[in-house]
C-alpha cells in the first residue's frame, strides 16, 4: 500500500511541474478582515470597534427618542456641551445696577458664553407634581430650583428626591415679600434664615439667590451677601403652560438666556408642569438650543 501511494505521488508530481519543482503548498483561505488564518489585522479591529460605537449610538438615539415621545415630544432634547473649563465672569446687566454695586453680587439675566444653551429655573414652590420629576430625569434635562419655605414646608421630601435627582435647590426667601419694601434687617432676615431651612433639609448652603418678583435694592444685595449669596440671576424668557413671555424686543432666545417658570398646575395655569415642560422643551429644541445646568457655568 505505501508503495502506490508514493508511486501516485511521484506521478502527480511529474504532471504538475515536469519532475523537476515540487507543487507549490496551497495558501491558507483569507478571513473576512483580509488577514490570513482568519486572525483580525488592526484594520479590521478598527473597524469592528467603529461598526461597535456605531451601533450603541444609534441605540442611545432611539432611546431616547422612545423616551421624548413617551413625554409628549416629537425629538429628544439637544444635549448640552460639558461644562466649560473656565467660568465666564459674570458681571451685572446693565441698568440692573444699585448705588455702591461694587462688591455686590452681580444681578443678571443672561450668562455670557457662545454656547448655544440656555439655563431652566422655576421659583417658589406651590406644585408638587411628581410627573416632574420623573420626565426631566428621564429626558436628561437639568434645571435648578429656587424655593420659598412658605410653600416648600408642606413637603420638604418632595423637593429632596429633586435634590437627589441632581437638582440644585436655591434660596427664594422665606415667604416671598417685596423685599424693596423691608427694612435692611427683615430684608436680612428673609434671605439668611431661608438659607438655614436649605441647610437644615438639604445639606447645603445656596450660593444661588433670586429675590421675589425679580425686584430688589441695594439693601437687598447688601443682605444676600452677607448671608453667603454671590449670584443673583434673573431671567430673559419666561415660560407658561400656554405661552412664552419675553424681556428682549426680538422675541427671541440668546445663548446663555435664563428662562423662568414657577411650579405651578392646573390650580393656577391652563395646563400641568409637563405641560408647560412640554412647551419649553419644543422651542428651545426647535431653535437648536440644549438646555444646560446654570451653577456649571457660575
Not at 93 to 101: L, N
Not at 121 to 141: H, N, S, W, Y
Not at 190 to 196: F, Y
Amino acid at each position: 500500500m505505501l508503495v502506490a501511494v508514493l508511486a501516485l505521488g511521484v506521478t502527480a508530481t511529474t504532471v504538475a511541474g515536469c519532475g523537476t519543482e515540487p507543487a507549490e503548498p496551497a495558501k491558507p483561505a483569507a478571513s473576512a478582515s483580509g488577514q490570513p488564518g482568519g486572525a483580525p489585522g488592526a484594520k479590521g479591529a478598527k473597524e469592528a470597534v467603529e461598526d461597535a460605537a456605531t451601533v450603541r449610538k444609534r441605540t442611545v438615539e432611539a432611546a431616547r427618542l422612545a423616551t421624548a415621545k413617551r413625554w409628549g415630544l416629537a425629538k429628544p432634547p439637544l444635549l448640552a456641551p460639558p461644562p466649560p473649563a473656565v467660568k465666564p465672569r459674570i458681571t451685572t446687566r446693565d441698568g440692573f445696577e444699585v448705588e455702591g454695586q461694587e462688591g455686590l453680587p452681580p444681578v443678571f439675566t443672561t450668562v455670557p458664553t457662545r454656547d448655544k444653551v440656555v439655563f431652566l429655573t422655576i421659583d417658589d414652590g406651590a406644585d408638587k407634581d411628581p410627573a416632574l420629576i420623573r420626565m426631566m430625569e428621564e429626558l436628561q434635562v437639568p434645571y435648578t430650583a429656587f424655593l420659598s419655605d412658605y410653600l416648600v414646608k408642606e413637603d420638604y421630601g418632595y423637593f429632596r428626591a429633586m435634590r437627589d435627582a441632581g437638582v440644585t435647590l436655591n434660596n427664594h426667601t422665606l415667604t416671598h415679600p417685596y423685599l424693596p419694601g423691608l427694612s435692611y434687617a427683615q430684608q436680612k432676615q428673609q434671605i439668611c434664615g431661608m438659607q438655614d431651612v436649605i441647610q437644615k433639609q438639604y445639606g447645603t448652603r445656596p450660593t444661588v439667590f433670586r429675590p421675589p418678583y425679580g425686584n430688589y435694592n441695594a439693601d437687598t444685595l447688601r443682605a444676600a451677601g452677607s448671608c453667603g449669596i454671590r449670584h443673583v440671576p434673573l431671567w430673559n424668557e419666561e415660560v407658561f403652560a400656554d405661552r412664552w413671555e419675553y424681556r428682549e424686543w426680538d422675541r427671541s432666545l440668546h445663548p446663555g438666556d435664563i428662562v423662568l417658570t414657577h411650579f405651578r398646575g392646573r390650580g393656577d395655569w391652563g395646563g400641568s408642569m409637563p405641560d408647560a415642560m412640554r412647551r419649553f422643551l419644543k422651542h428651545v429644541t426647535d431653535q437648536g438650543y440644549a438646555v444646560a445646568k446654570l451653577e456649571d457655568y457660575l
